[in-house]
């Protein structure tokens, strides 16, 4: 789907009907996968057909339904992966959160870059900001494109990230949304980490939780 000067595709992977992004420069072909959850064959079927290159694996947190294919991808396409320092302790439990919720344990991998806020990563022409905002988890960040804002489980159409799992904190997210997203323009697309798209304008104006 083009928005803008990229393409989006949305691909829903895991039992937890997660979202799972490909961003794609069309003028390079270089692509931003964002929260492989799972399903990685699928994903890296879509690359391939689609003639995409995967430069990064950018994950908005590190909980299981976002993290599932991982390491599938990364050993195909030797992609950079990105996460925040302190959502690392994830990777280090996934075994346990798999086991937590009936789901196969996936593979280990190891970060390669720290999302820090206010970094930009380049994908072909595409600029990503990372933006943190902690709450859902306390690494918890969504990654702004042009005027599109892969959220992860932050915002959502008309609701809010849990906050009651560890590392969460519901005054924190309430502060990083308003801070930090409800901020942004109002057209500003919102693609979650589950569920469908939505605006900064109409999460400012009708979301129960930020009135």
Same mark, same amino acid.
């Given at each position: &789907?083009?928005?803008?000067? &990229?393409?989006?595709?949305?691909?829903?992977?895991?039992?937890? &009907?997660?979202?799972?992004?490909?961003?794609?420069?069309?003028?390079?072909?270089?692509?931003?996968?964002? =929260?492989? @959850?799972?399903?990685?064959?699928?994903?890296?079927?879509?690359?391939?057909?689609?003639?995409?290159?995967? *430069? $990064?694996?950018?994950? /908005?947190? @590190?909980?299981? =339904?976002?993290?599932?294919?991982?390491?599938?991808?990364?050993?195909?396409?030797?992609?950079e992966i990105v !996460?925040?320092? *302190?959502?690392?302790?994830?990777?280090?439990?996934?075994?346990?959160?798999?086991? !937590?919720?009936? #789901?196969? %344990?996936?593979? *280990?991998?190891?970060? =390669?870059? $720290?999302?820090?806020?206010?970094?930009?990563?380049?994908?072909? /022409? #595409?600029d990503f900001e990372?933006?943190?905002?902690?709450?859902?988890?306390?690494?918890?960040?969504? $990654?702004?494109?042009?005027?599109?804002?892969?959220? @992860?489980?932050?915002?959502?159409? =008309?609701t809010i990230g849990? /906050?009651?799992?560890?590392?969460?904190?519901?005054?924190?997210?309430?502060? %990083?949304?308003? /801070?930090?997203? #409800?901020? #942004?323009?109002?057209?500003?697309?919102?693609?979650?980490?589950?569920?469908?798209?939505?605006?900064?304008?109409?999460?400012?104006? !009708?979301?129960?939780?930020?009135?």
């Amino acid at each position: &789907m083009p928005e803008g000067n &990229m393409l989006i595709e949305n691909m829903i992977v895991s039992p937890f &009907m997660a979202n799972c992004y490909l961003v794609t420069c069309p003028e390079t072909k270089l692509c931003a996968v964002i =929260d492989p @959850g799972d399903n990685g064959k699928q994903i890296l079927a879509t690359l391939h057909e689609r003639s995409w290159t995967a *430069k $990064y694996i950018l994950l /908005t947190h @590190g909980h299981i =339904d976002h993290i599932g294919a991982v390491a599938e991808i990364k050993g195909t396409t030797n992609a950079e992966i990105v !996460l925040h320092k *302190k959502d690392s302790i994830f990777i280090r439990t996934a075994k346990i959160q798999a086991r !937590l919720y009936g #789901l196969k %344990s996936p593979e *280990k991998f190891k970060v =390669d870059r $720290y999302a820090v806020d206010g970094d930009h990563l380049t994908v072909g /022409t #595409l600029d990503f900001e990372v933006i943190e905002t902690p709450g859902h988890s306390s690494g918890g960040v969504c $990654y702004l494109a042009e005027e599109s804002l892969f959220a @992860g489980d932050t915002l959502f159409f =008309d609701t809010i990230g849990q /906050t009651d799992l560890p590392g969460g904190s519901y005054e924190q997210l309430i502060n %990083s949304i308003k /801070t930090r997203l #409800l901020v #942004l323009p109002a057209e500003t697309k919102v693609y979650p980490g589950h569920g469908p798209a939505t605006t900064i304008g109409r999460e400012r104006e !009708l979301n129960p939780f930020l009135r």
